[in-house]
C-alpha cells in the first residue's frame, strides 16, 4: 500500500509539465521508465518501493527551481550504485552531461578500501571534485540527503545516530556554504531530532507552549513596522518568522544558556526594492524600538562567503521582547533563500561571472588544502574543520577585505592573502600594535603582515601546532615538501626515533627495514625516503602510525625464537587473561592492545616471539582476511573465552558530546550507579565546540559493554559512543 506522505511520479508530472518544455518532459518520461525498471523489485527500508526515493529527490529538486539535467539526474541518482544500469547506458540515452551528473552523485563502489574513515574521505574527495566542475552534483546530493533524513525513522538506531552526525557535520554546513537557508535548516532540525531526541524535544515543547503568544507578537510587530515603514519606503514586504530548533540547540546547549535569553528566537524580515531603502528601513526601525548594543551587522558592505547579504539588527521594544530584525532587498532574499540554486530559480545571469566563481572558490581551495594529505582522516578533518566556524571579517591596511574563519590566527590571515606572503611573515600589527604569533584576530580589525625579504625565508615548523585553517597548514606544509626535503627526511627520521625511544620499542637493522617497508605500503609513499619526508613536513602524524608500530613491535622485534609448542588435540590448554588456548597447557596469553577484546568477541591467537599468545578479534585490521594465505599461517591459531570464570577487563570508550555544564558530571553518575570503574578520563574540546570524552572502564564482557553504552547514551548530550579498537 502507497504511503500518503509519498508522491507518485503522476502527481510530480503533472507539476513537470508546468515548469518544462514538452520535449523537456518527454526526456524526463524516458529517465523515470528507465529507473522504474532498473529498480523494480527494490525497496526501502519503510517498505516502499525504491523507485519512490528518487521521485521524492525529483521534487525536491523541482521546487528549489532546478534545471530538467538536474531532475533527470536525480531520478536515475542511484542506478548505478545500486542496479545493474552502467554509466555508458545513461551517456547513451542522455548524454555526456547527464552521465556526469550521475556520476558525481555516485558512491565509490569498486575502488578496496581499508576502513569507514578512509571510505567517507575518498567519497567526500570524489564529491568535492564533483562540484567544482558542476555545482548541481552538490546540489542534487544535498536533495537525496534531505530526503534520506525525512525517512530516516525506519533505520536501526545507531544507522539514524551515524548518518544524523554526517549530516550535522557535512551536509548541513555544504548547504549552508552554498547559501541554501531553507534545506540548512531542515537538514539541522532532523540531524538533532535523532542524536539529541530529548533536548529536541524539550525545545519544541518551549515554543509550543509560547505558540500563540508567537503568533500575537509577531502579528502586532509586522503592523507596527509596515505602518512607519510605508512612509519611508512604499511597496516593502513584512514577514515574520521563529528561529529553527537547531539554531536555539546552539545556543542552549553548546553556549550554556536558557531559552529565556536568546534574543532572536522572533524574527522580522523586510523586503524592500533598493539598498538605500535598506538603509532608510534600518534608520525607521531604530527610531522606533531600541537597538541591543553589538548586535548589529552589516552583511550588505561585507557580504557572508557564501554571497548571503542582508542587515541584521536586533532590537526590544515596550513590551520587553527582544527580537532580530533584517532587512535586505529581493535579490539579496532570492540568494539568501536559494543560494546558489538561485541561479536556475530566478535566472539571475551569473553563470561565468566573478560573482559565480567568488561563491566557488572554497570549493577549490577545499581541494588545494587536501590534495597532497596523506592521512585520509585528515582529509575529513579538514572538510569538517573548513565547512563548520563562522568566518570573521578583518581588513588589511588598504582596505581590503579578507574571510578566515573565526578562531584564525594571523599566520592563518597572511596565508588567505597570498602563500608568498605567509612563507615571508616575520610578525605582524593589529591597528598598529605588534601582536604575538599566535594571536587570533578579530572582526573589523586591520591587520599587516610583517614579511622579511631575506632570501630563503620561510615558515617555522611550530606555525603548524598555530594555524587553524587547512589552507595555512597545507601551504605551510608544500613549502616545507618542495624547499626543504633533505631537511625533512633527517627531521623524520629524527622524530621516529624519538618516538620510539620514548615509547621503549627497539628493532634491529633488519627488522626496521621490515617495519619500515611495511609503513611505505600503508601510507602508500612511493619509498622510504618519501616516508621520512612526509613525517618531516608534517603530512604523516606519528600520533596516527604509533599504534600500528607497536603492534608489529610484538610481532617482529626482538631476537628469541618462536614459541615452540607443541598441540595435543583431546584436550583443551589454559591460558590467563580468561582465554583458552586449543591445546597448549599453561602459556602466557596477552590480549591485544590494537583491537582490546573482551568476553563475547570473536577471538583468535598468534604466536608471538618471545611473549606468547596475543589474542586478537577477528575483525582486527592486523588480523589477514585470509589466514591460509597469510605470510605466517601456523602462527594463527584458535583460542576461545573460559566461560566458567569471571574476570574482569578493561574497555576504551570515546564519546562525543555537546558541550554544556556537569556533563562529565552525568557521565560519571551513571556508571557510578551501575558500579563500572572508571581507570581513566579525558575530555578534549573540538574545532566545532564539542567535546570529545575518552574514558577507559572495566566491564565484565560483550554484554556487560553493550548496557553500559545503552545507559550513556542516554545522557543528555552525548551525541555518539565509539569503542577503541572497532
Known sequence: MADPKELSYEQLRKQLCEVYSAEETEIIDRAYDMAYKAHDGQKRYSGQPYISHPVAVAKILLDFG???????????????????????????????EIASLVDGVTKLGKVPLHSK???????????LFAMSQDIRVIIIKLADRLHNMRTLEYKNPQKRRDTALETLEIYAPIAHRLGIRAMKEELEDLAISYLDPVAYREIENALASQGQSHLEFLEKTKARIAERVETVVSGAQIDGRIKSVHGIYRKMYMQNRNFDEIYDIYAVRIIVDSVIDCYNVLGVIHDMFRPIPGRFKDYISTPKPNMYQSLHTTVIGKEGIPFEVQIRTWEMHHTAEYGIAAHWKYKLG???TAKFEERLAWIRQ???????????????????SDLVPEDVFVFTPKGDVINIPQGATVIDFAYAIHSAVGNR????????????????????????????????????????????TSEARSKIRSWFKKEKREDNIAEGKAEIERELRRTNVRFTDEEMQILLEKLVERQRCNSVDD?????????????????????????????????EVKITED????????????????????????CNPIPGDDIIGFITRGHGVSVHKRDCPNVPKSIPLSAEPDRWIPVRWNTKTREEFRATLMLTCVSRVSLVADISSVLAGMRVMIHALNT?????GRYNVTMTITVNGLEHLKSVVTRLQKVNGVLAIERSGM
Not at 85 to 92: A, K, N, S
Not at 573 to 591: H, Q, R
Open 350 to 352: 551569473i553563470t561565468g
Open 684 to 688: 578534549r574540546e573540538t574545532k566545532d
Open 531 to 563: 616516508f621520512f619526508a612526509a613525517v618531516g613536513y608534517g603530512g604523516i602524524q606519528l600520533t596516527r602510525i604509533m599504534p600500528f608500530v607497536r603492534e608489529e613491535y610484538h610481532k617482529i622485534a626482538g631476537n628469541i625464537a618462536p614459541v
Open 366 to 384: 577545499l581541494l588545494e588544502s587536501q590534495k597532497d594529505a596523506e592521512d585520509v582522516e585528515d582529509i575529513v578533518r579538514t572538510i569538517k
Open 117 to 127: 574513515e578512509e571510505e567517507q574521505a575518498e567519497n567526500l574527495r570524489k564529491m
Open 571 to 594: 584436550t583443551p590448554g589454559k591460558g590467563s587473561e580468561g582465554v583458552i588456548v586449543e591445546g597448549i597447557d599453561n602459556c602466557l596469553v596477552k590480549l591485544s592492545k590494537c
Open 66 to 96: 532546478m534545471d530538467y539535467q538536474s531532475v533527470i539526474a536525480a531520478l536515475l541518482h542511484d542506478t548505478v550504485e545500486d542496479t545493474g544500469v552502467e554509466l555508458e547506458d545513461i551517456e547513451r540515452g542522455f548524454g555526456k
Open 425 to 468: 611573515m616575520v610578525g605582524a600589527k593589529v591597528d598598529g600594535r605588534i601582536v604575538p604569533i599566535d594571536y587570533q584576530v578579530k572582526t573589523g580589525e586591520i591587520v599587516e603582515v610583517l614579511t622579511s625579504s631575506q632570501a630563503g625565508k620561510g615558515p617555522s615548523r611550530d606555525w603548524l601546532n598555530i594555524v587553524k
